[in-house]
């Protein structure tokens, strides 16, 4: 499936159990001796009665990811169209928390897109702070559930040279997304290097984060449009309740089966 380009392998762990995610994410992920993604999401039971179903997301390195605010899109309609929820509204338990997914449906109950409460965002002053700062960019650091590294600019290319060593900067022990944003007329367009998975077409997570920063820095309203390489995703960040939500479209690719233990 994919949200706007930005494409994963998902996998219903109610019907199949797996073992080794990270592994198969990299071997599966490989976009010429693999499927191809830009990683592996396991659908699967939620642990916690407050949740419906839970998510687990592990990038195209093998590295395991926070959140994915274009994975719960997909899940939510793949939950709904393959009968599993019955129900518009979806209460999703990530590794960063429990997000609740909004369907919105066509005439013919198929989910056309999906809101997601993406929650509170949060900005981190180390980063500020840290010695190593003075050889950044000048950016924002936000966390939508996972770190995001948003740098304004007139040049979103850019981020295709920058984005690596961005990403391993020593002021982001933990690695980092990178957003190259730039305000436009018709919204804000961006390019993003995700953390473990590099260029992606788009990243729920960080239109969120670019979102957030136009509005922290007054570029922008508590409304965005955020333009990405696979497609546009609309951004709300709420002033009575301080959340973000993310509203965008969700697609199915294709089906099929893969032996486990094939290279």
């Not at 010429?32 to 179903?53: C, N, Q, T, W």
């Not at 997909?74 to 338990?93: H, M, Q, S, V």
Request: proline fraction near 5%; charged fraction near 25%.
């Amino acid at each position: 499936m994919h949200g706007a380009g930005n494409d994963y392998i998902y996998i219903n762990t109610l019907l199949y159990n797996i073992d080794g995610p990270s592994e198969l994410a990299r071997l599966w992920s490989d976009r010429h001796k693999g499927i191809g993604s830009d990683g592996l999401v396991l659908i699967g039971r939620s642990p916690i009665p407050e949740a419906d179903f839970s998510m687990r997301i592990f990038n195209a390195d093998g590295s395991e990811a926070m959140m994915c605010g274009n994975a719960c899109r997909c899940i939510g309609k793949y939950l709904y169209e393959k009968g599993l929820a019955d129900k518009t509204e979806i209460r999703l338990l990530s590794p960063s928390g429990l997000k609740v997914l909004m369907l919105k449906l066509t005439s013919t109950s198929i989910v056309e897109n999906v809101t997601v409460d993406m929650g509170e965002p949060v900005f981190d002053n180390e980063v500020q702070f840290s010695p190593t700062k003075k050889t950044l960019p000048e950016g924002i650091f936000v966390s939508m559930g996972n770190p995001h590294y948003v740098i304004f600019t007139d040049d979103v290319d850019a981020v295709n040279d920058k984005g690596r060593e961005l990403e391993y900067h020593p002021a982001f022990p933990e690695r980092v997304n990178i957003e190259f944003a730039e305000m436009r007329p018709d919204g804000i367009r961006v390019r993003v290097w995700e953390r473990g998975s590099g260029i992606t077409m788009a990243c729920g997570t960080g239109a969120c984060a670019v979102a957030v920063a136009a509005t922290k820095t007054g570029r922008g309203g508590r409304t965005n449009r955020i333009i990405m390489d696979g497609g546009t995703l609309e951004v709300e960040w709420r002033e009575q309740d301080n959340h973000v939500y993310l509203t965008g479209p969700a697609e199915f690719v294709y089906e099929g089966e893969i032996e486990i233990n094939s290279k």
